[in-house]
């Protein structure tokens, strides 16, 4: 009797564990208007709307049961349904993308992310189709004007928005449908900058500030524009007061590592200082200089494409003024 009232209690706090879990689920990442060159999902392609993605992130420490858990877009249509047994680890990582083509994609994700696709075929299909008000037909996350809701049905429960841009095509603009949802852009509407036009990046939840921003400005940098799987700690203030000012010199480790054949080196300065930025073999002979300029306080995103160099440990330095740290990343082709 009593192993099995033990095994009942155990049973009812698993089940409570899965349940309040929910809590702990964020949506963290939105990547659209896909730029030249781009290839998010890894199939080898670029795909305007079916490289697109939705990333979802399980802050708690114990799973969370996405059975049934829907993605709704701007119009109100579902363009994804979590299937049933879609359990989410603990600080795991779930992304979505329009579509995916070869059964190969994603594989430079960190143990453990859920990979999902809206659409399996072999066209840009993306998140859609879906009817806008105009009566135009939209298969994609829209550049200038949408919205992300991640709904659990089965309670009628909103457990994250993030409405996105503002397009003065529409009958009515984008705007938030749950109390708590999060509004990040729209012209002259808001503080700081906006996300109105062709911005070609990613926005993401800012583990720092708990805030969202943009990943890059790809105006001024096209090396980087998503960031699945890690949550970056600053991004170009979008919903933010001020711009976070790193008090100290900070080289991270590159993501991802192992790498082939590109990857993203970050780093923060503080105060105006002249940076350089160069890669070495492990003979320590220079094969690339990243960056050489003068820069002021902040935080710093840059790739390198190692393509032509064979595989091997490579060490990158960064030298601020008369400071040099280092740190060993490794090529796998």
Known sequence: MKTRLLSIALSM???CMVTNAQSGLQLTEILYDIPSGADPNGDGTRQPAGDEFVEL????????DLTGYVIIEREGVVVF????NTLLGAKKFAVVF????TPTWGTSFPAGTLKFSHYTGTTDQGFGPA???TGSVKTNLASNGDRIMIVNPLLADTVAEVAYGYDVTLVTPVKLRWSKGTYIAGAKSVKGDTLQGQIRQSIHLQTSTGKWGRHKDIAKDTTVNYSIGFLPDVATAVEQDAPVVPNSIVLKQN???PFNPSTTITFEIAGVQNVTLKVYDIAGKEVAKL???RLGGGVYFTNFDAKNLPSGSYVYTLKVGNHEVSKVMSLVK
Do not use: C, E, H, Q
């Open 131 to 133: 009817t806008t008000p």
């Open 291 to 293: 960056l050489d300029k």
């Open 81 to 84: 349904t979590f299937p049933v």
């Open 98 to 101: 329009g579509n995916a083509i």
């Open 57 to 64: 992130y399980n802050s708690s420490n114990a799973t969370i």
């Open 255 to 257: 993501y991802p590592n």
């Open 13 to 15: 706090t698993m089940l």
